[in-house]
């Protein structure tokens, strides 16, 4: 890889005998030749013990006679065939030069502060620059080196200068008796003899016994390298990361995720297939799904056993976690809830589940969740703000009138010139009307398919006109109406808020972050080296994301996991639900400008989650806008960038599944595109998974506003509802307190934090993207000032896309 480098003051290409040979003094040397030498022995025993000198571009501080008797001998003594001229380090005639050291490279080296950072490890650095690579040499100083949270100063001797510093190579190595261990190295600073820095990025665990190689940070892409040794570290970086993260097919349908099972093979050095794409539909099958003590479902086991340390939860963060299931789970559990079956007996019992984690909000759904303009207001501001379509005339699926819906509109106005000023909405939860259902407890659960249409009244408040819980109209099929009987208008609204919660957390929580973010960090890992621009800008927005969906695969997902134990639909629902929520899911709904204008609601007062959005996804693009136009200068250089198209055609592909009617893009051609594509990625993998996660406890732990299952048929009657039919109806109380359970432990994002714009890992270096991120962590801290202001001013405040606490990437 090294061997074409040139060595400086020579003019021929002697790098590849000197850079090619390298000498261990402890014994482990070059074997090239078992000479005799006489004279250069003598020379040898006149030297110090420990003296240092250079010899072949080697320093020696204290090296054995035999060693640098095979040194003398080897290849690299010999003079140059095309000029004769004798190699640095010797004199005409064969006889060594004992010259002082001329170049000394001052190393600072930064350990993670992370817990278990740091490693008992002999470490040693080699530095590969243009004109050269300096000899191996340890890292060592008084006392233990590499402590988690320590920068540490070495100095590494050359006998001339390198050149422009290339690539770091780290070898880390057996230390006496101790065990292999792990090393997070955040970063090493290399300061040149004149005076030059270079920034050598990592913020990666090292673990066991290797070399790893290093680039300066400065970011290019492929084609701004022409060197032969930089071309091929890219392409032996790929490689490497591509056999280590390997997709996996989890259900006909459904976007590739990573195959854990990769990570199990590298341990025990098994070979392995790039192509491998076995299907995991019935891992739970096999005897590691199984139920653990204290815990209501069965866990994957396996498949949580093994995780690459770069994409696994952090200690703290596992810590947090633990530390907010245990106490939930352990109160609900000692008090019987999550065992006991049966309806409840009365609607005031359900604020007692999660009693000591009430929230201002969940305490304002509590009073509120029974009001119609608080069931308009959620469609806007609640967990799932991206169901409406305003209508310019009704569908043929439902027949409402305008004398059903002539009481609640008043006098003045009808439907028709509602439907003409563009004050009729539609929520239409089509999706659910194939959907397969599910046993809980033994019970058979139903699912609807309801259509609810919705005003914009004269006072800007969004409230519901009509519901039909079917997509056929006939007279099975009736038309809720405000006007009909409390019991009936209510059941009628919570049918409705059990679709949404089906939809929402299958489709737009599930599938639209947490799944389609997978899929852009595997593709990101997979594709694009640690030097590429696009990696440094995407990889703070991939944290944790494997970590957490493998999480929710072994728990949630699996067979007899919690979704099996609490959704009406199950698993096998959720895979049908998924799978045909991807197969709609275009470009427009994924860009945020995009979706609203498409589903025309831009004008609809008090719709905190566009305003607040449109807000972070400007700031996003035009931060975006900048790291982009730093590095490609033009069209021609986004559409050369080989690394670059095959990231977006392995997103186009395993994301996506090769969808042309997607419309997301298989090749990027022009800077716009580009931009558009890198800000909807950092939006949805950022804000948008806040706005439809975070939220979840605020309002879902009132259970009858987000029901997780339905245990009677929708009412085919108007006139039978009642309060012992509404209660049979809900969810069961072990049902909904797993579910509130699972509620709490999402919405309460565990500790090792990072908010938006929060890059503490320095993988830019350069001065210009520095800025870029400056100016974007300055737009944003605007950005939340100015919701915070709003909110003074709410009933109930919107605080879910506040940068504050929106997290960088999808990690809970």
Known sequence: MNSALPVRGTGCARGKQLLGH????????????????????????????????????????????????????????????????????????????????????????????YLKA??????????????????????????????????????????????????????????????????????????APDGTLSHFPCYQWIEGYCTTELRTGTARTVCQDSLPLLLDHRKRELQARQECYRWKVYAPGFPRMVDVSSFREMESNEKFALTKTT???????????????????????????????????????????????????????????????????????IRNILCGHKTFTSEYVTDHWHEDYFFGYQYL????PVMLHCLSSLPSKLPVTNDMVAPLLGPGTCLQTELERGNIFLADYWILAE????????????????????????????????????????????????????WDWLLAKTWVRNSEFLVHENNTHFLCTHLLCEAFAMATLRQLPLCHPIYKLLLPHTRYTLQVNTI????????????????????????????????HFTYTNFCLPDSLRARGVLAIPNYHYRDDGLKIWAAIESFVSEIVGHYYPSNASVQQDSELQAWVGEIFAQAFLGRESSGFPRRLCSLGELVTFLTAIIFNCSAQHAAVNSGQHDFGVWMPNAPSSMRQPPPQTKGTATLKSYLDTLPEVNTTCNNTLLFWLVSQEPKDQRPLGTYPDEHFTEEAPRRSIAAFQSRLAQISRDIRARNRGLALPYAYLDPRVIENSVSI
């Open 22 to 113: 390298k000498t261990d003094w402890a014994g482990r040397g070059s074997k090239d030749s078992s000479l005799e030498l006489p004279e250069r022995e003598s020379q040898l025993k006149s030297i110090p013990e420990r003296a240092g000198f250079i010899l072949d571009g080697l320093s020696c501080p204290a090296s054995p006679p035999q060693a640098l008797t095979q040194q003398l001998s080897s290849p690299a003594a010999q003079p140059c065939l095309v000029c004769g001229s004798p190699p640095p380090g010797w004199l005409p005639g064969g006889r060594p030069s004992f010259s002082p050291i001329m170049a000394v490279y001052r190393v600072c080296v930064t350990t993670g502060s």
């Open 118 to 191: 740091g490693t008992l490890d002999n470490i040693s650095v080699t530095l590969v620059g243009t004109c050269g690579e300096s000899p191996r040499q340890r890292l060592d100083r008084m006392g233990r080196d590499f402590t988690a949270g320590s920068v540490q100063k070495y100095k590494v001797r050359c006998s001339q200068e390198l050149g422009e510093l290339l690539l770091l190579r780290l070898h880390k190595e057996r230390y006496a008796f101790f065990p292999k261990d792990s090393w997070y190295c955040s970063r090493i600073c290399v300061t």
């Open 279 to 349: 299907p995991c539909a019935d891992q739970g099958d096999s005897s590691g799904n199984r139920y653990l003590p204290g815990f209501p479902m069965k866990i994957d086991i396996p498949s949580l056993l093994y995780m690459e340390p770069n994409i696994r939860y952090s200690v703290t963060k596992t810590t947090s976690l633990l530390f907010n299931a245990i106490p939930a789970s352990l109160g609900l559990k000692l008090r019987g809830l999550l065992d006991r079956k049966g309806s409840w007996k009365k609607l005031d019992d």
């Open 381 to 384: 501001n609640g967990v799932n």
């Open 435 to 486: 959907v397969p259902v599910h046993c809980i407890n033994g019970r058979p659960q139903y699912v609807a398919a309801p259509l609810c249409l919705l005003w914009l009244n004269p006072q800007g408040a969004l409230v519901p006109l009509a519901i039909q819980l079917s997509q056929t109209p006939g007279p099975d099929s009736p038309i809720f109406l405000p006007t009909d009987s409390d």
């Open 552 to 583: 929710a695969r072994a728990t949630l997902l699996n067979p007899e996991g919690l979704v099996d134990k609490v959704t009406s639909i199950g698993r096998q629902g959720l895979l049908y639900l998924m799978s045909t929520g991807l197969a």
